[in-house]
Structures are given as C-alpha cells and as structure tokens.
C-alpha cells in the first residue's frame, strides 16, 4: 500500500514542479488554498525564492497582495510594526481582507499602543512556573489518550490525539465547561475555514455558530467578573485594566485568537510529526535509540509543519522592499512556510532531521510584537506527547494519504490514518 501511495505522490509532486516552472511569474498566486490542500506549493515558492524573493500578486481572486519569500525579509517586515501594519481595520493579518461582519478586534490584529497591554494581560498564562504546573496536568491526560488507543486496528489520528488533547488543554486554559469541550474545536475550525472548505454550509449558518460562542464566553465572562481573580484566561482578562471594558467584538476577536492559537497549531504539529517520522523512517529510528532528541525533535516538526503558513500586513507608508517599491495601503504577505525552507539562513531546509544544530532557527512562531505568546506550551504539549508514545510504543504506522485543510492560512490535516502494531 505504501508503495503505491508514494509513488502517486511523487507523480503528483512531479506534475507541481513542471507547472510551477513552465507558468510565468506574473501568474503566481502562491496563496492559492489548492497548493496547500495538495501539498503542491513547493515548487512556487522554491521558484518566488530564487527569482523573485518579493512578489506581486495581480490574479487573484481577493486582491492584489506582496509575497514575501525569504528569511531575512520576512524577519524585516514582521519587526517593523511602524511600516506594516496587523490592525484588523485595514484588513487583519490573513491574506483576504476581514470581511466587516468578522471584523473582530484581537491583539494580534492591533498596533501599538492598544496591542501590548491586551498580550500582558494573558501573558502570565504562559510562565516558566504555570507551565511547570501545567506539565503534569498534560502528561496525565496523554498518558489516558494513548493508554486507549486501538491497537492493529486503523484509526484517524487527527481525531483521537491531536484534537482531543489541545482541546482538553483550552478547556483547562479557559476553565471551559469540560462536557463542552468541542464546543472549542468547532469554533476554532469556524473562525479560519474558507466559504470552499465544506467546513460550514453558509455565512449565515456561520455567523450564527460564531454569535454562540461569543454567546457562551459572554455568560462565563459575567460569571468569572463577578467572583474573586483566579488563573484562567477568561478570569485573567476580565479582572485586568487593560481588557475588563472590552465590547463583545473585542472580547470574541481575542478569545478566537487565543482558541485558534491555542488549538490549530498544536494539534496539526502534533499530527505533522507522526507524518514526518513516516516520511523519515531513519529519523524515526534516530528517535527511538535516542530519545533525549526529543528536544531537538520538536522544534524541528514546528518548522518542518509551519501550522500558520502565514501573516499578512498591510503598508501604512510607500515602502521598499528586496528592490520593490510597496505603496501604502498594499497587502504584504509573510510566507513563514517559505522562510522555513530558505537555503540561505537554513542548512538543507527540505530535509527532516531532528538532531539540528540550530533546531529553533524559524520563523514558525513569528517575530517582532507579536511572536506567539503561547509557543513554550505547544512545545512542552509536544515534548509531553513524544516522551509517552515512545515509552509506549514501537512504532506509529501511517497507513494512508493525509486529508489535508483547503487553506492557505492554517496548515493542517482533518485526517491521518494511522494504526498501531500490537
């Protein structure tokens, strides 16, 4: 079975390159979500790298936008938040424009000085001395998730693991009703799927769900405000100065952020490592005789996944840019998945290996203001994870093609069929 998969894989890869390399330039769109759902993208930006690292996208269907390619350049436009702007009012930090009716402010869609009081305020969430805490509450409950996984049997992965444990980690973050719990994962696949994504049925259909979680975080909001400060976020963020008098948009924009970031890419890091062990069996046996690689694992899969294949600002003055000059106003889009691959900056770039001498070298969490406030979470969620499988198994079979998300925004997988050997 394997055979047959790779070698329709590799067909499908080869046919990516030849089109990638006979289409000229100025019919790029690289955030096109097909490239992504088919994992076909390589080529392009390979090709946006070498020839032309700063991009001008005029074909596609939701406006005009900049590519930004390598490491150094994207470096340079997510640390000058006084040029690129993130505010959700110009159009937010996806390559399509906000749409008005989800024009939710959040702080990662905020500048200055309106951005770092909100990102204090949840920010005590992620300490050295929470995190030592919340270790053992992650390592209970991934011991319990994989103590009752089946055995030779096939399963989806995605499923069974990788939601299910992010989700019970909101959950605790939120102090969420638990029962609920997937309530999150719903939410969190409404807030970034595209109209194509077969993930809801209209906007209206969606808009309504999305008005029930802003719904249900306004009532325990209320509950939280009215009881004495405790250390969950909701609790956090209704007792601080800095976000007790948000209004209902606000408050949905930041807790959809922190439900997307604290869920999306966790769990499709989570399944991307078991998929990249499958696609590197020598690397899986690396793993295995050496454990303590771990550390060096996990931020590897971080790069090697990118679970947020972008960032998208928007220029508040005329610009220049790798030889380009950026009008005010345009669309300038970070491709962290291609600054991940950069030959420049990183050593053999499209080669898993998890013993790097410079693992954290990406750009996978970003950088500047708003680098991820939670990544030492998802990678202690990670390392958590891989220590327990590997004390409990030999191996983790992929079994067939991944289903992965019609997106350009978020890399992810809705299923991974894997089975585990007794």
């Not at 954290?360 to 991820?372: L, N, T, Y």
Request: net charge negative; aromatic share 10%.
């Amino acid at each position: 079975m394997h055979g047959t998969i790779d070698s329709a894989q590799r067909k499908v890869q080869q046919d990516a390159r030849e089109k990638a390399y006979a289409m000229p330039l100025a019919e790029f769109h690289p955030g096109h979500p097909e490239l992504f759902r088919s994992d076909t993208l390589w080529p392009y930006f390979e090709r946006l790298r070498n020839e032309e690292p700063v991009h001008f996208c005029s074909t596609s269907p939701v406006g005009n936008y900049w590519s930004v390619t390598r490491y150094h350049d994207i470096m340079h436009v997510d640390t000058n938040a006084a040029i690129y702007s993130s505010d959700v009012k110009l159009g937010g930090i996806g390559l399509r424009d906000v749409s008005p009716d989800y024009a939710w402010p959040s702080f990662i869609a905020m500048d200055e000085p309106m951005h770092a009081p909100q990102r204090k305020t949840v920010s005590p969430m992620f300490t050295p001395k929470h995190l030592d805490k919340l270790a053992i509450l992650i390592r209970e409950r991934a011991s319990l998730i994989l103590d009752n996984l089946p055995r030779n049997e096939t399963f989806n992965w995605v499923d069974r693991v990788s939601i299910e444990l992010t989700t019970q980690m909101l959950a605790t973050l939120f102090d969420f009703p638990w029962d609920d719990r997937r309530k999150l994962t719903r939410w969190s696949d409404l807030a970034t799927a595209l109209p194509k994504s077969m993930i809801y049925d209209s906007e209206e259909q969606r808009l309504t769900e999305l008005g029930e979680c802003a719904d249900y975080f306004t009532r325990l909001w209320n509950e939280r405000l009215n009881v004495e400060p405790r250390s969950d976020l909701i609790s956090m963020m209704a007792h601080s100065d800095a976000m007790r008098y948000m209004d209902k948009d606000t408050l949905l924009g930041n807790l959809i952020l922190l439900i997307v970031g604290g869920n999306d890419t966790t769990r499709n890091t989570m399944t991307g490592s078991v998929l990249a062990l499958n696609e590197n069996p020598d690397q899986y046996d690396k793993l295995r005789r050496n454990p303590a690689l771990i550390d060096s694992f996990v931020p590897e899969v971080i790069r090697w996944q990118t679970p947020l294949a972008h960032m998208r600002r928007t220029a508040l003055v005329d610009t220049e840019l790798g030889g380009k000059t950026i009008r005010k106003g345009d669309r300038v889009v970070m491709w962290y998945i291609s600054g991940n691959r950069d030959g420049e900056v990183i050593e053999n770039p499209d080669s898993f290996i998890i013993d790097r001498a410079r693992p954290r070298q990406h750009m996978s969490f970003g950088f500047g203001i708003h680098r991820c406030v939670g990544m030492r979470l998802a990678e202690l969620q990670l390392k958590i994870v891989w220590e327990e499988i590997l004390k409990r198994f030999e191996t983790i079979e992929v079994v067939g093609e991944p289903k992965r998300v019609y997106s350009s925004f978020v890399r992810g997988y809705e299923d991974l069929p894997v089975r585990i050997p007794s």
